[in-house]
């Protein structure tokens, strides 16, 4: 524990940190542009120099090491003309169109010459121009601002690990470029956040509302199952923008594009009143007509002809209003895992939390020292968890194995083979990653939905768990065994147990039964990604359909019904991410028009069909919550799952793992209302949705 | 008389084949070296020379050498800095076209003192006939066995590549040098870690200079007493001295460290053009801050210079007469700097752009009397803010300028033109 | 063509522990190969070495001696730092802008001559200086030019 002495003051502080750092913890700001402690150093900007002991120039804080005995000062006269004077020249060239950027009143250079700038310029002579660059339908270049600070070219290659940004020419020359091209990949976004001016702002933002009118929600992001921490920012009843929270366990600062900009989808194409199918014909009626027509419905309906299914985006209480509800009217047919993944429970009881949690939890990942990777592209399914492991693999000493379709994650990937069959000969200790596998203290496999929503997805599972016991993954303070889901609904599903109850039929039973006509009424709650035409055409040859959902998409079209629902931005809910971590979502605007949060809904409806639930506001809800499932009261804490049984041993089917993910930027009803996902879609092609799935399809 | 050391080949006819060469005793050191020295013992051998280096920061050659880890396991790189892009200098260059197995056979040395199995030698591009006779020189000295696998007969293996700069002066510095080795743009990379700890690759790395290089055979063969011997104690040795401007025998002298400028100037380079009288000398490329003609009577070496605020550098002599124009001089020197600047760090790039601007003017006769506190000002928010020596180095030319001849300056501004052209 | 420039680059990149370090001295043969480093140039450059686009252009654009806009048949370059300057350097300038019609920087009509300025040559003490490609002409004079110039224009119409 070196110790110093910062401006007089002495401090021990922990080893292996900089100076600037240092004097972070001593309580003395240090200017910087340039460093950014999640890239490397580069030391360029300047703005961070102090007066070290006897040496004889200002030294830059963020690269010096901090040393015992160090005397370091911060507030001579040396060190204040230093500042000013590189304040001053990364002004003279600087534009000052502050009143029309869209970092003003974000911006770090505004603010530090503010506190470190002199009040006039010098500078007579003509400033220099740089022309835009184009770098995608997301980020909107104004280059002329750009300080050369380079944090975003150290955040492309390290972070994003994507080799397409770079720097032109040298001197007052030098330009940040992309070379005219979208820069692909899925964490671009976060160039905006680590760009200290104005020179990378959002494109879809651009000039649509000042920072300062800004409504600010802190919440989670409920587009995959990662549940990155987010701040909304509003402007009256419209999301302007989404933001990244820091949470180091989760998503550190960063966030990936599809939670940034799929906002715009927010408000398009919204169910903002119920409807009801009339000659065949969706019309908009009142909630009461709505509810008077699900209540004719049901009327003398056997519980047993009705069932549920729940989609990627519910939050855990109305996901649990709804199975009160289906429980009151003697249902036990639901089911939460739309994608058919064969995961959660044996039929008719729930299974251990450790089958289907990210057991090892994403911030672990960086104690793990060799990961297999089943049926499952975390760039697309889960971009924050890839980022994670990116970041170990940069950390050295990390060898990654692939079974399934091959994909580039932006670090080096062993593709071991294509499906079960492999797995197989794996678990059984054949092949050289066996050894990587063996060798390893801390091994982790991670398996995807492609390996998991399939016939014999039970018995992968199974087959995972003999190889997760084979290779020592589970121990005493080290549990390898990792699910990775891209719902974010899905965990918080599974530990209310949104499963088919005693004889209750899963997703496939209920849509076969709707063929068979032993289901006759099915409450789709936000479930669009299952195949609607298994419904039947319409409520005479199908089922008779409810959706209550917040856009109108897949299962809104099919519905005989809609209930308009709240987007996970417009209702305070609970959601569980891939780690069985509990976070609460907040609402940040109101719901469009007429449609509500949804357990006020199934709180309604349960009055007018005869079976009233129990509970009459959100806390009692959520009491019931915990009273289902403990887990629910820890929120923000991921405590260790058992390990146990789970999966079923059966036969392996030969064909490979599929694609869980076919398209990033359109995976759920409110990023395929986004028209920003949707040139997204169009500039990266199917190259993003299907990149490198195989030699010859 | 000084004996020449580093030159006494260039003169014979076809002195760089390597017949000529091995005819003047050459690589007989490289055998004496391989067969009766270890490492260790090299290594304290030139300690014990002083020898210092001949780029121009003049840190003692054995010390550097003495920091490269000694593990085996380690792969380490001795790269030769030959991208002599100092104006006023053209030392390494002559060596190159005129003698290159005596910068090869020093790098052999030097690669068997730090462990190296692999040499690079970075020749600034447009030195295209340096280029051509150092790679023809490196063929033969392949054939002859000095450079492969098994060097004499030894366990010793030595790989060595010539890499050819493009045009930019920031390769001179030596982690930039390194950044271009590896493919990257040439911006100086953070200190530390130092090269020789993680250089090259990541490995531990030597950089040194041409003529430091050359320097070795003659400390193995004639010894380190001899070598400490010529000139002062503390930076001793031959020196080559590059002479340029407005002399009267502008060329390459090989003399002794510590010479006076003046002996130099006057007495080896015949005196200012004819009928002239000497205003100022730039003694160490155009880095070095000039010295009126009123201290030239200063020794040429690092730790003299120094003390008159100036440095010995690439000891790239340029001697201006009076009918230079030290506005036109000091904007031409801060133009080449901020062409230079790689851009990485405010005050290199911004500051020198911007004192290029005033100096323009000023030279042009639109200056005003401000210009010239401003430009003190930038000068002491460039000099020792920047990342790297190259924003100092013009700084500190530029002020040095300033200082002697203030006159000169005020003079164009009040004149509203350029007194000299 | 291709090929051959293949070759050549595959034999220089075994010089280095990587294919990065291999992209300055591909740009030497490029550029010989096809006068100037344009950008399908320098994306073949990348396709043979394999490695990132953006790599390859951040060199050909860094270093002086990269050609990514056409250069004359002639690349005349005249040193313009201090030595060659105090020698009147600026003259030279002057008298080759006059005898080939053009400013510095500039490329004569008939693609043959590019006139630029350069920094120090390193041949300060036989100054003023120029390289023509990478010819140096040293100790020059008006009438020395004039007699460069002939011999140039004469060696390109044999």
């Not at chain 1, 036990?332 to 064969?342: F, N, S």
């Not at chain 2, 104006?87 to 910068?103: L, S």
């Amino acid at each position: 524990m070196p110790k110093l002495t910062i401006d007089g003051k002495e401090i021990e502080v922990p080893g292996g940190l900089t100076v600037l750092q240092a004097c972070e913890l001593a309580g003395v700001e240090i200017p910087r542009f340039c460093y950014h402690e999640r890239l490397s150093v580069a030391g360029n900007c300047r703005m961070c120099l102090v007066e070290m002991g006897q040496a004889p120039k200002p030294i830059a804080s963020c690269a010096m090491p901090a040393g015992d005995g160090m005397v370091i000062r911060t507030d001579t006269p040396v060190v204040k003309k230093a500042r000013q004077g590189v304040m001053e020249f990364l002004l003279i060239n600087h534009p000052l169109d502050c009143p029309i950027c869209d970092q003003g009143g974000e911006c770090d250079l505004q603010d530090q010459a503010m506190a470190f700038g002199v009040d006039h310029s010098r500078y007579q002579e003509n400033k220099r121009a740089v022309p835009e660059k184009y770098m995608g339908p997301l980020i909107k270049t104004i280059m002329t601002r750009c300080i050369h600070c380079t944090r975003c070219i150290r955040f492309a290659t390290e972070i994003a690990g994507v080799e397409e940004m770079g720097a032109l020419n040298r001197g007052g020359h030098v330009e940040i470029t992309t070379l005219e091209k979208a820069i692909d990949s899925e964490l671009s976004g976060n160039l905006i956040d680590v760009c200290p001016v104005g020179a990378l702002t959002s494109r879809p933002y651009a000039f649509t509302a000042r920072s300062w009118e800004l409504r600010k929600t802190n919440s989670v992001d409920a587009l995959d199952a990662v549940g990155s921490n987010i701040r909304v920012d509003a402007r009256g009843r419209e999301v302007m923008r989404v933001l990244p929270r820091l949470h180091e366990d989760v998503n550190e600062e960063w966030i990936s594009d599809k939670t940034r900009y799929a906002c715009d989808g927010l408000a398009r194409q919204r169910l903002d009143r119920p409807y009801l199918r009339k000659d065949g014909r969706l019309r908009p009626v009142s909630w009461d007509e709505a509810f008077r027509a699900i209540a004719a419905r049901l009327d003398g309906l056997d519980g047993g002809k009705i069932a549920a299914l729940a989609g990627d985006l519910c939050d855990a209480e109305s996901m649990l209003a709804l199975k009160d509800l289906m429980a009151a009217l003697g249902s036990p047919h639901l089911d939460c895992r739309q994608d058919g993944a064969k995961i959660g429970a044996k039929i008719g009881g729930a299974g251990p939390r450790a089958g289907y949690l990210f057991n090892t939890t994403i911030a672990g990942i960086e104690r793990a020292d060799a990961a297999l990777l089943v049926g499952t592209n975390p760039r697309h399914e889960a971009t924050l968890v890839n980022a994670r492991l990116r970041k170990r693999f940069l950390m050295g000493g990390f060898r990654v194995g692939l079974i399934g379709a091959p994909c580039d994650l932006s670090y080096p990937v062993d593709t071991l083979g294509a499906g079960p069959e492999t797995l197989s000969e794996l678990a059984a200790g054949t092949g050289a990653f066996a050894e990587v596998l063996t060798a390893a203290e801390r091994p982790m496999i991670v398996l995807g939905m492609a390996a998991l929503a399939r016939p014999d997805g039970a018995a992968v599972l199974h087959l995972a768990r003999a190889l997760a016991e084979k290779f020592g993954m589970i121990g005493e303070d080290w549990n390898g065994f990792n699910l990775l889901h891209g719902a974010a609904a899905r965990v918080g599903g599974l530990d209310l147990g949104f499963l088919p109850g005693d004889g209750g039929r899963d997703r496939d039973g209920i849509l076969d039964g709707v063929h068979g006509g032993d289901i006759e009424v099915v409450y789709l709650l936000g479930a669009d990604e299952i195949d609607m035409a298994r419904l039947g055409p319409n409520a005479q040859e199908g089922a008779f359909v409810i959706y209550q959902g917040h856009h109108g998409d897949a299962g809104a079209h099919r519905a005989d019904v809609i209930l308009p629902g709240a987007a996970y931005t417009e209702k305070n809910g609970t959601y569980v991410n891939t780690e069985g971590r509990v976070q609460l979502g907040r609402l940040a605007v109101s719901p469009p028009g007429e449609a509500r949060a949804d357990w006020t809904i199934l709180r309604a409806l349960s009055e007018v069909v005869g079976q009233r639930l129990p509970y009459d506001d959100l806390g009692a809800l959520r009491q019931r919550l915990v009273a289902v499932n403990p887990v629910f009261a820890a929120v923000d804490r991921v405590e260790a799952a058992p390990w146990g049984e789970f999966g079923e041993q059966g036969k392996l089917d030969g064909a490979p793992f599929g694609v869980a993910v076919e398209n990033y930027y359109m995976t759920d009803p409110i990023s395929r209302a986004s028209e920003t996902m949707a040139s997204c879609a169009e500039v990266f092609g199917s190259g993003r949705a299907g990149e490198a799935t195989g030699t010859d399809g | 008389m000084f004996d020449k050391v580093l030159l006494k080949n260039a003169e014979i006819p076809n002195a760089h084949g390597i017949g000529a060469y091995e005819a003047a005793g050459g690589y007989r050191a490289l055998a004496t070296v391989l067969h009766e020295y270890s490492p260790d013992e090299l290594i304290q051998l030139v300690k014990d020379s002083n020898l210092r280096g001949r780029g121009g920061a003049g840190f003692p050659t054995g010390v550097k050498w003495g920091f490269v880890p000694k593990d085996p396991a380690l792969e380490k790189y001795l790269c030769c800095n030959a991208d002599e892009s100092e104006p006023g200098t053209f030392k390494d260059r002559v060596i190159m076209e005129k003698d290159p197995h005596q910068m090869i056979e020093g790098m052999v040395i030097g690669a068997y003192a730090i462990g190296a199995q692999k040499a690079y030698i970075y020749i600034r591009g447009e030195y295209v006939l340096s280029i051509e006779r150092t790679e023809a020189a490196l063929k033969e000295a392949y054939r002859k066995g000095y450079l492969g696998e098994r060097i004499l007969g030894t366990d010793f293996n030595l790989e060595m590549f010539v890499h050819c700069g493009a045009g930019a002066y920031i390769c001179g510095e030596e982690t930039a040098l390194l950044e271009s080795v590896e493919g990257r743009r040439a911006q100086p990379k953070l200190k530390p870690p130092f090269p020789v700890v993680e250089g090259l690759y990541g490995c531990p790395t030597v950089i040194n200079n041409v003529e430091t290089l050359a320097c070795l055979p003659h400390i193995v063969q004639r010894g380190a007493e001899w070598f400490r011997g010529i000139g002062p104690e503390r930076s001793p040795g031959p020196k080559l001295y590059c002479l340029s401007g407005h002399v009267r025998k502008p060329g390459l002298y090989e003399l002794p460290m510590g010479i006076s400028l003046r002996e130099l100037v006057e007495d080896h380079g015949g005196g200012p053009r004819s009928g002239g009288r000497i205003k100022a000398v730039i003694p160490g490329g155009v880095s070095a801050p000039m010295i009126p003609e009123s201290g030239l009577d200063v020794a040429m070496d690092f730790d003299s210079l120094a003390a008159i605020d100036t440095m010995l550098g690439s000891a790239g002599v340029i001697v201006l007469d009076e009918t230079a124009c030290v506005v036109r001089v000091a904007k031409r020197i801060t133009e080449f700097f901020n062409h230079e600047s790689c851009g990485k760090c405010t005050p290199c790039r911004e500051g020198l752009d911007w004192a290029v601007k005033i100096l323009r003017r000023l030279e042009d006769g639109r200056g005003k009397h401000e210009d010239l506190d401003q430009l003190e000002r930038l000068c002491g928010s460039i000099f020792g803010n920047s990342f790297c020596a190259l924003g100092d180095g013009a700084a500190w030319a530029l002020s040095a300028a300033l200082k002697h001849f203030r006159d000169e300056f005020v003079r164009h501004i009040e004149d509203g033109r350029c007194p000299f052209h | 063509m291709a090929t051959g420039l293949r070759d050549k680059i595959e034999e220089v990149a075994g010089r280095y522990p990587n294919r990065r370090s291999a992209i300055m001295p591909a740009l030497y043969l490029a550029q010989a190969e096809h006068a100037q480093l344009s950008g399908e140039v320098l994306l073949e450059v990348a396709d043979i070495l394999d490695v990132p686009e953006i790599w390859v252009y951040e060199l050909a654009t860094f270093y002086d001696m990269f050609h990514t806009e056409p250069v004359g048949t002639f690349h005349i370059q005249v040193c313009t730092n201090i030595s060659c300057l105090l020698l009147e350097a600026e003259g030279i300038v002057a008298h080759l802008e006059s005898r080939l019609g053009i400013e510095r920087g500039d490329t004569t009509p008939d693609g043959l001559f590019t006139l630029s300025t350069a920094e120090c040559l390193g041949s300060c003490d036989t100054a003023p200086v120029m390289q023509v490609n990478y010819a140096f002409h040293e100790n020059l004079s008006e009438r020395r030019i004039d007699e460069i110039l002939e011999n140039l224009r004469g060696a390109v119409g044999e």
